[in-house]
């Protein structure tokens, strides 16, 4: 697979929910192609999980 198919399928991932699935597709994109739109993808998903924090959801 080329680096732009394991960003799409990446992306396919994180719509569904699947975070940790959409996080390997987004690796294995920049491991490709390190300059590949997946970089910033899998910051903004990290930066989305570090975000969440259970106790505001659940008083």
Same mark, same amino acid.
């Given at each position: 697979m080329? &680096?732009?198919?394991?960003?799409?399928?990446?992306?396919?991932?994180?719509?569904?929910?699947?975070?940790?699935?959409? =996080? @390997?597709? /987004?690796?294995? &994109?920049?491991?490709?192609?390190?300059?590949?739109?997946?970089?910033?993808?899998?910051?903004?998903l990290?930066?989305? =999980? @570090?975000? /969440?924090?259970?106790?505001?959801?659940?008083?």
């Amino acid at each position: 697979m080329t &680096a732009e198919e394991y960003y799409q399928k990446g992306n396919e991932h994180r719509r569904r929910g699947d975070w940790q699935g959409a =996080l @390997n597709n /987004y690796m294995e &994109a920049i491991a490709l192609d390190p300059d590949s739109p997946a970089v910033e993808a899998k910051q903004m998903l990290e930066d989305i =999980l @570090n975000f /969440y924090h259970k106790d505001y959801y659940n008083p």
